[in-house]
């Protein structure tokens, strides 16, 4: 089960960078058809104690979408910008200019790309000079890990919404398109990716339950520029900051989530850690940012599948050891 979106940086512990490219992959749009989930959502029991808690639409089951726009052909360029696309990279080189050319080649101008190199040795620096005239900012120093060059790329970023690309990934969305829907800068936007590995549309309208256990890929969502005034990725966690993040979002009434249905990226789940890497801190402090952020019935209901889970393992074990 997918719990991080920290995808596709190319970085740090969290990813190898061995610029490994991602396997060729039909870039035409595809059709989303909302998975059957693996649990069900229990709306009977929650959806009436929601009501009476008042919390607003981040906590109901159905989930809030975004109207489509009209594409935005000529959008002039603003200050700030609309859009700031931030890429991380430590030692990407192989993969690095492929996710460049993905932004820089759009259509759209109202945006600022930010690039933070941690000190690449394998060319990427390079790599990023040959398109530094078409850069907002970047820089290459030494830093302490994916999420540290990510909340310095947000102190320096001057869009009204900030999107981060990994090293390793393809932007495919056309961002006329998404621009248009982004009205309301109190509202996190976001969509679906590819994985390319797996070969499946990764995503989907996300509940308040859903993401207890599944995080929002962090390469298909539109943070507006009040996220950052309020929050940063807790260092702490190596490789699931972002999904603490996006739990606090969500309990955060400042804050709602708008499903855009369409593709933002092609994420290159080759390479990356977060499927296969443990964050024991943030397992650790998930019940606690659960019971902080949310209403006490998700936390109880997190309480009970969990131990549901743990009933299954110790009944699975049972049954292998006879």
Known sequence: MLESAAFGTGRGPVFS???????????????????????????????GSLDLLGFGDNLLLSPSKARVGEP???????NPPLISVVTVVLNGAATLERALK???????????????DGGSTDGSVEVIRKYEARLGYWCSEPDEGLYDAMNKAVRVAKGRWVI????????????????????????VYYGDVYMTRRHVLYGGPFSAYKIMFKNICQQAIFYPRGAFENYSFDRRYKVWADHALNIALYGDRRFRF???????????DHTGASSNTEDAAFKADRPALIRAHLPSTMFLLFLLRSAASRVKRWSACLLTSR
């Open 164 to 187: 981060f690309l990994g090293a390793d990934d393809v932007l495919v969305a056309d961002l006329r398109e998404l621009a248009a829907l982004l009205k309301d800068e109190r509202t």
């Open 72 to 78: 935005l052909d000529r959008m002039p360029r603003r």
């Open 258 to 268: 708008a499903y855009i249905d369409k593709q933002v990226c092609l994420y290159n």
């Open 102 to 116: 993905s932004v820089l080649d759009q259509e759209f101008h109202d945006l600022e790309y930010v690039v933070i």
């Open 17 to 47: 960078g061995t610029g490994r490219s991602a396997r060729d992959c039909d870039l035409r749009e595809v059709r989303y058809r909302e998975p059957q989930p693996q649990y069900r959502e229990p709306q009977r029991l929650i959806r």
